[in-house]
């Protein structure tokens, strides 16, 4: 029997990465994962893996910074799965790395539209479903960078303090109607975000700011997320959670 049987979950960027880790992990926990995505070839890999190993999920195309496509997905999911109990939103894009004064204003408005207004409207769209079924758990996937300023991130820093104030207020506003929210912060992990990285300023800090010297991998957050949405963690909200082998230690 696992910690999140007949529970309905919906993952965001679940096409790889995080997002694909933690879809799986929440499926072998005994969840249906509505696995969403911009990228609908990887997507339904991750239903194909899911479904190889027994578990039940389902694809649905979803874009987080477009409000009409989030109410609607989230509605369907809500009529057609008849709950919506658990939701990771973790959809996010690295960016373009610049100095502040050189950032273009097109690409702070991508960063800002995805990775902050798109946590935004997936959490209106899923706290409306949770509050008629009488509550649910969150977590929204931030950064290190949500709690450090970033050399060349300024934009993706910003973006992902918000997701952390968008956390605590979350928290703090639903609490009391049983919506427990809390958020992942990980360090760095190997997943395709880091493709655009250069591979010299991973290892320097890597070898330099982690204490484990070695990069963190998406199943390790994964299993962190299962943690915070599962009955292990009932009296944990609005909490910040670091993974990221020791980095701001
Ligand atoms: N990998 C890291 O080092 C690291 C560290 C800290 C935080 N994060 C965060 O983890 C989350 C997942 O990233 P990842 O590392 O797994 O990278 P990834 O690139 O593998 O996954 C991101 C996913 O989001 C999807 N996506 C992008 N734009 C989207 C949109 N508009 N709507 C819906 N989906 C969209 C992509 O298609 C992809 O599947 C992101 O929010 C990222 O900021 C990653």
Redesign the pocket.
């Given at each position: 029997m696992g910690k999140l049987e007949n529970k309905v979950a919906l993952v965001?960027?679940?096409?790889?990465?995080?997002?694909?880790a933690t879809a799986i992990a929440l499926a072998k926990e005994g969840a249906k994962v509505m696995v969403?995505?911009?990228?609908e070839k990887?997507?339904l890999e991750t239903v194909n893996r899911i479904e190889k190993d027994g578990g039940k999920a389902k694809f649905l195309h979803?874009?987080?910074?477009k409000k009409e496509q989030v109410d609607a997905v989230v509605m369907e999911i809500f009529t057609t799965e008849g709950s919506l109990d658990l939701a990771v939103n973790?959809?996010?894009?690295?960016g373009v790395p610049n100095a502040l004064h050189e950032v273009k204003f097109e690409n702070w408005e991508k960063m800002m539209n995805?990775?902050l207004t798109?946590v935004f409207l997936c959490l209106q769209a899923e706290i409306k479903c949770m509050l008629q079924k009488g509550g649910g758990r969150i977590v929204n996937?931030?950064?290190?960078?949500g709690l450090n300023g970033m050399p060349g991130g300024s934009s993706?820093s910003a973006a992902?303090h918000g997701v952390i104030g968008l956390t605590k207020s979350v928290a703090v506003e639903y609490g009391k109607l049983n919506i427990r929210t809390n958020a992942v912060?990980?360090?760095?992990?190997?997943?395709?975000?880091?493709d655009g990285v250069p591979q010299s300023m991973l290892d320097n800090s890597t070898n330099t700011r982690v204490p484990m010297k070695r990069i963190?991998q998406?199943e390790e957050?994964a299993k962190a997320i299962v943690w915070l949405l599962s009955e292990d963690s009932t009296y944990v909200n609005g909490h910040p959670l670091l993974i990221d082998g020791g980095f701001m230690a």
């Open positions: 965001t960027g679940a096409a790889t990465g995080i997002g694909r969403t995505d911009i990228n990887e997507g979803l874009d987080v910074s973790n959809a996010g894009i690295g995805i990775n798109g996937v931030a950064s290190l960078a993706y992902k912060c990980p360090g760095f992990i190997q997943t395709p975000i880091l963190g998406p957050v």
